[in-house]
């Protein structure tokens, strides 16, 4: 294989990875319970959903990074 088939595997193939990520991870927000007024209940329950919107956020920026690594690595072999 030469160098540009190798970039462009690669490129291919975190593409792939993070368009799968995204897919799967970029549903909208979840909204917070009890906007204004709640007890203990309703602050733990904000806390679960605060946690779980981390974790979607992060997913998105994880599969975001690896589509902008993908055009990066097709563009250097674009130069190979």
Do not use: H, Y
């Amino acid at each position: 294989m030469t160098c540009v088939q190798i970039a462009g595997l690669a490129s291919a193939i975190l593409g792939a990875i993070g368009t799968i990520i995204l897919f799967f991870a970029s549903f909208s927000l979840q909204p917070l319970e009890g906007a204004v007024w709640g007890g203990p209940a309703v602050d733990a329950e904000n806390e679960r959903i605060r946690a779980k919107n981390a974790s979607r956020a992060r997913r998105q920026r994880i599969g975001l990074a690896l589509l902008c690594g993908s055009f990066f690595i097709q563009a250097v072999g674009v130069f190979l």
